[in-house]
């Protein structure tokens, strides 16, 4: 603690005026003025002190930790003795005392008046500071262990580099594989691994004020062979230890364990689909449904970016090449106030460069498609990287010699591509950005043919996006963190089904640049603050003709193959979208951490053009509709630890979402519809069995309403095509059992019980949501085996969508064709979904590069699993669209 002395301008002043008011003082044991001469004392010589004693901060003040100042009236004798002191001006009782305290220890130089030592009284100040609050005790450990059988290494010397420091401190690991550093401060920790059976290998780490960060590192521990020893950047690092969050809900998987996942072939982001609170999509659509929201309803960002989708065309790839994933984390519902804009989940991936002080890459092919990346340093300092990678995709070319042409018609076998250039530049420990420019393409088309052209179906569907942005992190230490991204983008969609003679098909051309940044403070050691902005602007040229009733909206009450709606009609228009979102949080980490409460608040104002309002008509010109809207969205997340081992979570919030521009249309849809509204509560908990496995379970009820819905008259109002009455609720309880690497076995059990229902309006009855999945199931299990090899096992059981049943049929004669006549809405459904995937691998070390060969068999019981129903021509029988049968994918991996 620091005390200063704040009495040497203040003291002056006041000894004068404590001289000049000398007469007026008792002057008892004071020097009488000279007797020859009536002229008042003149003081020649200030008292000074000379020896200080520094007072004790009151301890009944440290929690306020405020500054105070006592002023003291001090009678100081010839010697410079403190003879009496007494409180003049008081800052409360403990600061009072504990100032009389240390100043009757003081000793002063005797004052001097007409050049004589005399006693004096004066008037004196003694200042206290407030506290310097001590930096939270911070504690890094961890333990490193060979990758391929678990067993700890000894002897590994870690050098870390602390923010600041000029030179790393180092520790060694002991035979446990142990090794420990304590009151280190926070920031990005620059750490070195290093030892003679593993080479060096570097890794960056983040500590938070007060946090104990645990990690494992499992490496690969080079065969004692007489080649030279292989470079860092030839070994593979695995972090088990997850950064630290503040949702409620949520479950992240690193990169590493992702890509070990069967049926995901190596891609990482496909590991999205076996997480807690996912149900199935259907074979072929890459769909997110999270909670029982629908898809549209889920947002998915990348490096804090938004992104119109997290899969390809047909769901078998992610649109981000797998060596450029860290992270991705799923937050199903209940998150803080820096996301919004979606009434469901959020799926958040967070990417990097990867970084080699020589050129490297990785070369990698399957049945699927093949990709190539290429990384390496720029200039002699080496700090700045790139990185360009690509992706096609051919699985088109064999599935339509060897898939059956009428299988074909059913499931959809897309053609994608991607592409990726990044630059990563570190100018210093405390700055780091990065610039990506991502590019993506689909194209997919099916088609079901029939002897009779007037029931032959054909769809197709064409998607392009491009995103450029950066992102500059500024750590300012001791848990200062500001974030600045900017972005652009581009996105291009063309949806085409023609039905016979009735031809559908809408185009869309969306431009997007926005700005999100953030600061993030830690002000103390129970309180960090986080503030920060997410603009987005968004332009939107639609042209849509066709049928009214293509493409289906959720609700419809129609099959697979139905002849759509024979009303035809045409528009054109833009949307122009603009919102400004600022937002609070604040975390509050009280009774030494065991309990954590965040509220936040953001703010979500948007404007909105479109550019007509009135639908289309020969010689009538088009009206425009202008809307703003204000949305105050509240958040609230407690988080704690009654005991070791036991934490309970819980969390509420408030959610909108803008119409989509689509349904903005005049003549498909309405406007000037409102931003529909949801609610999340959140309550659970998570307990650790032991240090590697842990048990989550949660408990959700999220409402909707405001919904968009298509509207129930038959001959809807001008303009009023659909309508903002629908309802929608959803509730359940998702178990997650997880098992974190332990010697090289780590995997998850995911059980997830939803009911999601829909209504029309507050006065219509409630329904299965058309994505409705009561039960979901998965189970994933890995293990590293010895001399490189690798298994992972993945079990998959969903209930079957709810469908719409045919109880009889009627033939229309003013179309020429049978229509179905529909029982309850939604009260069948598909079979149930089962599935269950192996994944084998096996590892080569070839001097300075690694070779991956992998097999994975999907569906390896051949269960015919059904993914839709369908019906004869004149509906009187009924049978199912089934999946793929049997799967082997074979591949490779090539990292140099």
Known sequence: MVVKRHWSLRFQGWLFAAVVLQGLLPRQGLAAPPAETNAAPQLTKPPEVIHFVEARYPEAEQASGQAAAVTLALTIDVEGNVTEASVAQSAGESFDAAALEAVR?????????????????????YAFSAPEVAPPPTKFEGTIRDQNTGEPLSGITISLRAPGATEPTTATTDEHGAFSFEGIPVGVLEIELKGEQIGTISVEEQLEPGQSLKVAYDV??????????????????????????REVVGTQVNAEEGRKVPGTSGDVLRVVESLPGVARSAAGSGQLVVWG????????????????RLYHEGGLRAVVHPLFVQSVELLPGGYGGAWGRGLGGLVLVSTKTPGHDRIGGQVRADILDASAVLTGPIGRRKRVHYAVGVRASYVKLWAEQFVDPEQRGFIPIPTYGDGQLRFHFEPDSRNDIELALMASSDRFSRGVPNPD????????????????????????????????????GYDRRAEQSEFGSTRTAIESQTYLAGLRSSYVAQLKKWLRLEVGIDLQVEVVDLD???????????????????????????????????????YAEAEFSLLDGK???????????????????NPPESRVPAVGAYRHDFAAEPRLSITGKPVDRLELRAAVGQYHQMPSAEDLSAAFGTPDLPSAKALHVVAGGAVEIVDPLALELTGFYTQSKHLAIRSPAESPLRGRALEPTGRGRAYGLQVLLRQELWKGLFGWIAYT???????????????????DQT????????????????????FRYATGYPRTDVVDAYFDATRNLEQPVFGGHNEIRIPQFIQLDLRLAKTFDIRRTKLEIFLEVLNLWNRQNAEEIVYSPDYRERAYIRGFPVLPVLGVQWDF
């Open 105 to 125: 220890q003081f000793k002063f130089s005797p004052a001097e008046i007409d050049g004589k030592p005399s006693p004096i009284r004066i008037l004196y100040e």
């Open 220 to 245: 690969a521990v080079a065969a004692p062979v007489t080649a030279p020893p292989q470079t860092g950047d030839d070994l593979e690092l695995l972090v088990v230890a997850p950064p630290l969050r």
């Open 293 to 308: 929201a629908g898809p549209q309803d889920t947002r998915v960002y990348i490096d804090g970016v938004p992104f119109p």
């Open 453 to 488: 052209p007037a029931l032959a179906t054909v769809e197709s569907r064409k998607g392009d996006f491009q995103r450029l942005y950066a992102r500059w992190r500024h750590d300012r230490g001791n848990g200062h963190v500001f974030t600045v991204t900017p972005f652009v």
């Open 544 to 582: 849509r003709v066709g049928s009214l009733g293509l493409p289906s909206r959720e609700g419809d009450i129609r099959v697979f193959g139905q002849p759509p709606p024979d009303q035809i009609t045409a528009d054109a228009w833009r949307v122009t979208n603009l919102g400004i979102a600022p």
């Open 595 to 613: 309990l954590r409460i965040v509220p936040g608040l953001r703010i979500d104002p948007y404007v909105r053009s479109v550019s007509r309002r």
């Open 753 to 771: 019980y939803m009911r999601s229902e829909r209504s029309a309006g507050p006065e219509e009855p409630w329904r299965l949501f058309d994505f």
């Open 775 to 794: 039960h979901v199931l998965t189970a994933v299990l890995a293990y590293a085996l010895p001399l490189g090899f690798d298994a992972s096992a993945r």
